[in-house]
């Protein structure tokens, strides 16, 4: 699943995940991640979060500091039991700023 941070509000992250389609994700599983970050979330042999259960379209998620629950839709077709990775595209985030500062920069002189 690819997705952009949209805002934090407490310890929770928002993301749109569609266009105008925001879910919340505990902001614990975004190490390091900043407003307008953009993140893909993939299941993995190998990875940091472990997705312990998924309940009635909630996902609760392992890691190192406890269990966190999220939307299902947010863990990427990640099933209990598979391993969680959620890492900041980092291409697409610097294409996406860079395009940002071309339109102000057109747009202010």
Do not use: C, W
Not at 1 to 13: L, N
Not at 29 to 54: N, Q, R
């Amino acid at each position: 699943m690819k997705a952009v941070i949209d805002r934090f509000e407490g310890e929770m992250a928002v993301i749109e995940i569609e266009k105008g389609k925001f879910e919340k994700m505990p902001k614990i599983l975004l190490s390091d991640a900043k407003e307008g970050d953009y993140i893909d979330v993939t299941p993995a042999k190998k990875a940091h979060f472990h997705v312990a259960s998924i309940e009635e379209g909630i996902m609760y998620v392992l890691t190192p500091n406890g269990k966190y629950a999220m939307k299902a839709v947010l863990g990427g077709g990640a099933k209990a039991g598979d391993g969680l990775n959620i890492k900041i595209n980092k291409p697409v985030t610097q294409q996406k700023e860079n395009k940002i500062k071309e339109l102000m920069h057109s747009l202010f002189n």
